[in-house]
Nanobody, 127 residues
Framework: QVQLVESGGGSVQAGGSLRLSCAVS????????IGWFRQAPGKEREGFAG??????KSYADSVKGRFTISQDNAKNTLLQMNSLKPEDTAMYYC??????????????????????WGQGTQVTVSS
């Protein structure tokens, strides 16, 4: 069974930075995708960054130029968040696909693409 654990959340002032990690345990092989999602109170969960095992990346316009997704190995995906804004406040989740499911572009940011989810880590940005 694949499990994902997010870490690195916290409270920061506007303009600050945080780095989130998504640790994957269990077996994901070959071609796979990792996505980052966030959900603010009263809002839908939205995808904003995703990465494919071949290095393809996708970002939502709301975070482009501020957030960077990367992988330091097959089991750990990082999200560097700079120039944080109060509207970035949310619970942040990472998600993964089963091996072999193709994803790119918009599908990297879509909830329906993903099979496995973490429990989330809270990010709070104060003005």
């Amino acid at each position: 069974q694949v499990q994902l654990v997010e870490s690195g959340g916290g409270s920061v002032q506007a303009g600050g930075s945080l780095r989130l990690s998504c640790a994957v345990s269990g077996y994901i092989y070959g071609y796979y995708c990792i996505g980052w999602f966030r959900q603010a109170p009263g809002k839908e969960r939205e995808g904003f960054a995703g990465i494919v095992s071949d290095g393809t990346k996708s970002y939502a316009d709301s975070v482009k130029g501020r957030f960077t997704i990367s992988q330091d190995n097959a089991k750990n995906t990082l999200l560097q968040m700079n120039s944080l804004k109060p509207e970035d406040t949310a619970m942040y989740y990472c998600a993964a696909t089963r091996g072999g499911i193709y994803c790119s572009g918009d599908s990297l940011l879509a909830r329906v693409t993903y099979n496995y989810w973490g429990q989330g880590t809270q990010v709070t940005v104060s003005s």
